[in-house]
């Protein structure tokens, strides 16, 4: 049994449609793939009435959350939430919430962009996003067809890094508030790719402990962006606080390097996710 359970389609910031990337999850090997966008379920319709035969589709999503530590500015924190239902109110308000807020932030972006002398034209990178949730790997793609950046890569490396003096932050949940949404919508918060530091400051035990404290199910321990020993160190976390350990690619078609499967779930850790998961089905034969 091959399990990813971290990926992005079109309807958000991954290149390829959620018919496509399912096509591409069992090409790749796949028995079970979770379809992750970024603060949407938007894609899950589509991922049920086009799954490849012998394919199981966990339906989920990435919610864009932060955490307060006492005495520095917020952190990013990325949680991950699988089979919850999908029109359970307070959920769905916090994902249209959450998809305003990146459209009004990503127009900042973009205009402080310009303003220094970036050739980006703000309706051409919103009808880029076809509908779907707008995201920094949309102003990187952009940037790249003004030859302004030679990848999505070089495009954050060099412009749209978080210390970047182009970017703007979003409004972000706050994760307690967001992991106690997922429960009471009846799914399985995961806290993903929980030691990237790459990406900026990154939490203390501390502050998982009292994730789980407040209903955290997860960790995505294997992770393209974890090294070894942070591999190690969410594994020994996740067995600490009795948190179930996932690994996924976090694939996003052509924007990132990274190809699907890279990571996986390891079959007992997905069974404890599954009948954990009690708002919406997983699609499957
Ligand atoms: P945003 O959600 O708009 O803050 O943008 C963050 C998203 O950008 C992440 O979810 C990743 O998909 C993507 N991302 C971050 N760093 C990179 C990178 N170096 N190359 C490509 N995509 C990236
Ligand atoms: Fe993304
Ligand atoms: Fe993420
Ligand atoms: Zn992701």
Redesign the pocket.
Known sequence: MRIDL?T?SSVSDGTETPTELLATAQRAGLDVVAL?DHDTTDGWAEAEDNRPRGLSVVPGM?LSCRWFPADQPPISV?LLAYLFDPVHPGLAAERARLRADRLGRAERIVQNLVAAGYPLVWDDIVAGCRGGVVGRPHVARALVAAGAATSVDDAFTSLLHHRSPHYVAKADTEVLAGIRLVREAGGVPVF?HGLARRRGRVLDDDAVAAMAEAGLLGLEVDHPDHDAEEREHMAGLAKELNLIATGSS?YHGTNKTTPIAVCTTAPDELEKLLALGTGSPTYRD
Do not use: N
Request: charged content about 30%.
């Open positions: 971290h992005h992750t990435e990325h993903a976090d």
